[in-house]
């Protein structure tokens, strides 16, 4: 499960090596718990040989559920355990699957996409896949970092002005709109939940209730997609807010609410021609003020490096 959530959030190479006969990450080798209690309690491998032969109903694969239809009620109902490997298998399938064109991924109920999406609609987990998944990630690292991807540099400037090709022209595309409104309708959601880091409500200087410790890299990366949507074609660094003006003052903790919640309001066809789209600033200094009272010491690269770039593209434009 680790290898794959760190695969999808990096958009890297599996650890796991891949075979040919295995297109995407072998999920189906993972049982569910739920029945697997009794298998546990087996003293010996001889009584658990016998039991699995009496029930062929204990610890069925993953492999042959992920076709099945499942409803979020039936999710709701799974432990927290069962529902992350079911989780992790359909982000394992969207992954495998190479579809980057969003109209097409939701297109069909049995994608991986649609299942994510209708399955798990309150998971800030989930929703970060599908953004992540639609967006040229690494080009997004690489224009908003200054050529750095992750901790590497790109290699020369040709590279380096083929991300910012390929940002221009997925930022017009319903691919764009589609991770936005991924993670927006999802922010929007969530109140005050304590499964997620609330980021309307944290009082400046405070700390984020993180759930997980890569948290802070969806919330990074859902900040760079939003500044990536709102930004113009070759603009490098701005960020907007008022009426397509460069913000000159610190941008309010309101105005990143506001922005996410007209946004989360609004179908992805509808967000390419938002007038507002562009007003993305208070969303930047939004998650820099959520990641930097836990940026300490520079003890992660990749969290200093974040809160770093939040910084430079929150500040006001000269």
Not at 129 to 154: C, D, E, M
Not at 201 to 212: K, N, V, Y
Not at 261 to 284: D, H, S, T
Request: aromatic share 8%; proline share 7%.
């Amino acid at each position: 499960m680790l290898d794959v959530h760190t695969s999808a959030y990096f958009k890297e190479p599996p650890i796991l090596a891949l075979g040919p006969d295995h297109p995407s990450l072998p999920m189906n080798q993972v049982p569910f718990s739920t029945n697997t209690n009794p298998l546990w309690e087996c003293p010996d491998w001889e009584s658990w040989s016998r039991l699995v032969a009496s029930d062929p109903s204990l610890g069925i694969p993953l492999g042959r559920t992920l076709a099945d239809e499942f409803t979020p009620q039936d999710v709701a109902t799974m432990s927290g355990f069962d529902a992350t490997i079911l989780m992790t298998g359909y982000a394992s399938q969207l992954a495998g699957s190479g579809e980057m064109d969003a109209g097409e991924a939701f297109s069909s109920p049995s994608s991986p996409a649609f299942r994510l999406a209708k399955l798990f609609p309150a998971s800030g987990v989930a929703q970060a896949y599908l953004a992540i998944h639609f967006t040229p990630l690494h080009a997004l690292l690489s224009v908003s970092g200054n050529s750095w991807v992750l901790n590497r540099k790109v290699p020369g400037p040709n590279e380096f002005r083929e991300h910012k090709q390929t940002l221009d022209k997925w930022c017009q595309s319903e691919s764009a709109a589609v991770a936005v409104s991924a993670k927006t309708r999802r922010t929007s959601e969530a109140g005050s939940s304590s499964s997620d880091v609330d980021s309307s409500t944290l009082p400046r200087g405070s700390r984020a209730r993180w759930r997980d410790v890569s948290d802070y890299w969806g919330v990074y990366v859902c900040a760079l997609i939003c500044w990536a949507f709102g930004r113009e074609a070759g603009d490098q660094h701005r960020a907007y807010d008022g009426e397509g003006t460069a913000a000159h003052n610190e941008a309010s903790r309101s105005e990143a609410a506001r922005w996410i919640l007209e946004a989360a309001q609004r179908r992805p066809e509808q967000l390419l021609k938002w007038r507002k789209r562009r007003c993305v600033r208070g969303v930047v200094c939004l998650a820099r003020d959520i990641l930097s009272p836990d940026c300490l010491a520079n003890r992660s690269m990749l969290y200093s490096d974040a809160v770093s770039v939040l910084k430079r593209l929150g500040e006001p434009s000269a």
